[in-house]
């Protein structure tokens, strides 16, 4: 029983693969035949240059510095680096 159904699983997917490759022949065969059309050639698109809308920092980041007057941390003198580069 069990090689019976294997070998009608295997006659199915042959079957499957002939039907297949004979209609895959059948289109290329028709894609062949048809004459080369070419595409009409596409106008050159002309685009309105956009305006600058944002600049961009040359220099590197800098974070802004506390203002020494509402210092709140006890012992900051403002000489110390920011805390990210620890």
């Known amino acids: 029983p069990t090689f019976m ?5 295997v006659a199915a ?7 297949s490759m004979a209609a895959y ?3 290329k065969k028709e ?3 048809k004459p080369v059309e070419k595409a009409a050639p596409q106008p050159q698109q002309t ?3 956009t305006p600058k ?7 590197p980041y800098q974070p802004p510095q506390p203002n ?3 210092k ?6 403002g000489n110390e680096p920011p805390a990210w580069r620890l």
């Open 68 to 70: 020494p007057a509402s």
């Open 53 to 59: 809308l944002a600049s961009f920092r040359t220099s």
């Open 31 to 33: 894609d062949e035949e």
């Open 72 to 77: 709140k941390a006890v012992g900051w003198t």
């Open 13 to 19: 997917s042959e079957r499957t693969y002939k039907e």
């Open 47 to 49: 685009k309105p240059e």
């Open 5 to 9: 159904r294997l070998h009608r699983r």
């Open 25 to 27: 022949r059948r289109l």
